[in-house]
């Protein structure tokens, strides 16, 4: 069964700060400068309704869709967190596949269901794409990413919300990938496990370097 509801629900605390929805333990290092500076009004720009009972009926998938999107997960940049940490893309635990999530909001528009780290001494071009990730759509970097880095695959939700992640990507609303990473108490600063990954735009990104690469339906053969 294909969940529309992240378990990561952020909210946010009488003392202002963000945190997780039954997780009072649990601290969030969180974009330097969220929370001060009004971030942008997508949904709106969307056209999507007001109320949270309307998004978790447009959250609800029929299914899987054609849809493919890859891009850079993170990098060894400077992210905007307080300090400017840099993480360490192969000291992060990755799983097999993740929900992922629309612009933090706790709604799922899909799965990310394929990564690829790769190491300074690795190039990616065009032509490495076959080995990189399993579709039959090329792509290149537009940019260089910062020493490791890791590049990454998700497949959208059939549902009213993916539908419109879908067309804020086309649009040029949703620029950029966050990567959501747990960190026991007390661990170095660049480690951790990839809990999940939110869709963003690019008012305020994580990973400044954690940049769509490529949208794409795929087409049934035959």
């Not at 378990?7 to 997780?20: A, E, N, S, Y």
């Not at 579709?135 to 009213?160: H, I, K, N, R, W």
């Amino acid at each position: 069964m294909l969940e529309h509801l992240s378990p990561l629900q952020f909210i946010k605390k009488p003392d202002g700060t963000m945190g997780l929805k039954g997780q009072p333990s649990v601290t969030l290092e969180t974009v330097e400068g969220q929370g001060q500076v009004k971030g942008r009004d997508w949904p709106s720009e969307l056209g999507l309704p007001p109320f949270y009972e309307d998004w978790e009926v447009l959250a609800r998938p029929r299914g899987m869709s054609s849809r493919r999107l890859s891009f850079v997960l993170m990098d060894e940049s400077p992210t905007n967190q307080k300090g400017h940490p840099r993480l360490r893309p192969e000291m992060i635990e990755l799983p097999t596949s993740c929900q992922f999530e629309l612009g933090h909001t706790g709604f799922v528009v899909g799965i990310v269901n394929y990564f690829v780290p790769l190491l300074r001494s690795q190039k990616l071009s065009c032509n490495d794409e076959p080995v990189l990730l399993p579709s039959s759509e090329p792509f290149s970097l537009p940019f260089t990413p910062e020493g490791s880095f890791v590049v990454a695959q998700a497949q959208f939700y059939d549902s009213g919300l993916a539908e419109a992640a879908w067309l804020g990507i086309t649009r040029g609303i949703f620029s950029h990938a966050c990567p959501v990473i747990f960190k026991p108490f007390g661990a170095p600063a660049d480690t951790g496990t990839l809990l999940q990954v939110s869709l963003v735009p690019g008012d305020f990104p994580g990973c400044p370097n954690a940049r769509i690469l490529r949208q794409w339906e795929e087409v049934s053969g035959g």
